[in-house]
């Protein structure tokens, strides 16, 4: 990848966010819908290829169950506010409910890419803000202060809720480096 660089006719390569031993991850901006995503382009071996399979497989899940009645009930008991439909139009005190709801990060495309250093798959989702542990250190790991504390708990948790009692899936690598906060 390289700055400038425009994948699939759609996203044009901004910088690299980060990177890990599987893969590096870019913001782009996708030039169809205006807007910025995050590009994970995983390394090209086979092996790799395989574990990218598996993952969407995974992300699938996650992207496809939030407006399940089962969810939206739940929904219903964790916030005070009455809770509208994905679709229906909400009426004053009232808020629609959407894929965030699940506080889990969403998949919005996946293909092929063909680099000059093999075959690479790319997952794009949106863009997030810096992980639990970034705010540890902000806070020079002394204690977050209770009222975020409480307010990042209880999204994380109800995440979990999601994934776990929904989406029948058990995260199974949990700590302050994997969780990440959503961008307002």
């Known amino acids: 990848m390289h700055v400038g660089e425009i994948l699939v006719k759609r996203y044009v390569i901004i910088q690299k966010l980060g990177w890990g031993h599987f893969s590096t991850v870019w913001l782009a901006k996708d030039i169809q819908f205006n807007t910025y995503v995050a590009l994970k382009v995983q390394r090209s071996a086979p092996n790799y290829l395989e574990a990218a399979f598996d993952e969407v497989e995974i992300l699938d899940q996650v992207s ?42 969403q998949l919005l495309n996946c293909f092929l890419y063909h680099g000059q250093h093999g075959k690479h798959f790319v997952m794009v989702f949106e863009i997030l803000g810096v992980n639990f542990l970034e705010v540890i250190k902000r806070y020079n790991y002394r204690g977050v202060p209770l009222d975020i504390c409480k307010v990042m708990s209880k999204q994380c948790l109800i995440g979990l809720d999601y994934l776990h009692r929904i989406c029948k899936i058990i995260h199974t690598d949990l700590k302050p480096e994997n969780v990440s906060l959503c961008l307002t």
């Open 64 to 105: 496809s169950n939030w407006m399940k009645k089962e969810w939206l009930k739940s929904l219903q008991k964790y916030f005070s506010e009455k809770l509208v439909e994905h679709g229906a139009k909400p009426k004053e005190g009232e808020r629609g409910v959407d894929s965030s709801d699940s506080y889990c990060v």
